[in-house]
């Protein structure tokens, strides 16, 4: 079995989860938050201290980002009694299936080829390889028996995905990818704790999307994963623009959503929370030293015709009027402006639900690579992004002249 032969390996590694106290809010609103993507709060840092841009070591921002759960184990052990559930029920197949990785570079060569993804036994010994992406797992021995004590949830469940190199699900680590597999919502509706009406809006979510203000209004309004690559240059991470640096989204992320030990606080939506012994204010600025660091992948060779991407690069300053907003090296005035929501052909509700009821322009990167569009994913295909612009702002392009727009997208 899978577990035998990596104890070989790796023998007893388990580490004890750091101690902290259970959220003090009311067990509903705790329930009613689990995996973290999108801020939505001030334009402050909302925290204690303002870390020093540039400041952050690049190196311990990517253990942070991949490895760090910020004690959030007292909430997914504790409360969900998620591990549990892995432990009886979730076997490498159906962690695949809703859409978790697995970082073929942690097991040992030629394990994972002989491995029954069927046992949820080997799911824990994953765990206890530290192979599972996004999730960190403490396993000990007792009667003779691996078994998973505490599990909790990292930057890299949502922000991270695999190469696919063994097989779907199973390769390397690409930190910074959205990972669009993900089912959020299906992996929070496992726990034993949650009540019918519950587990049905975490389940109306599917995959590549997450609802971060549900646990603070109440409305069901899932938004897709972001890429947390190409953030260089861009202050407003979010959708909405709600924040002006990565720390306050990864704070905001950390402490409300992933439910880390720590502080945040958003007047304008009525948000003070308070979870110590704070394990998060002393990593934002290496966690945003690495997320800085990640630059767009770029598109795969042959994957658009690059004489029409050409002319479409003329469209998209011309005709197309994309270049009014999507500016600069970043193809975003999000550092500058925000934009009303009756100026985006995109359903309001999320920029209604957030701090500054408005929107960003998104920045233009790697749109090859996470297929569908808009916060919401009502445009399936960049086909479908280029014909609703067209339509709503009257701009009469040629078929000819939406062809080789769509391809200098892809070029991005």
Known sequence: MLGATLNLWIGSMASPRPNGPHFTRSFLLSLCCGLGLLAGCSDDDSGPTQPVPGSGDIAQGKETFRFDTFGDETFWTDTLRM???????VSPQTALAVGLKVDADAVPPGVLETADLTDPATTVALLKL???????????TINGKDTLTSVGITCALCHSTVSNSVAAGIGSRLDGWPNLDLDPGAIIALSPSLTAEQKAVYQSWGPGKYDARYNFDGRNDPALIPPAYGLSGVHSVTYTGDGDRIAYWNRYVAVTQMHGHGSFTEPRLGISVSNPPDMVESKLADLEAYQLSLASPAPPAGSFDAAAATRGQAVFAGAGQCAGCHVGSTFTDANTTLHQPSE???????????ATKMYRTTPLRALWQHAPYFHDGSAATLEDVVQRYDDA????????????????????
């Open 83 to 89: 591990h549990e559930v892995i432990q009886a029920a």
């Open 393 to 412: 702002f009257g701009l009469g392009l040629s078929p000819a002249e939406k062809a080789d727009l769509i391809e200098y997208l892809k070029s991005l």
């Open 344 to 354: 985006i052909p995109t359903d309001p509700t999320h920029a209604e639900r957030s």
């Open 130 to 140: 530290g192979a599972v992406v996004g999730l960190k797992g403490t396993v000990q």
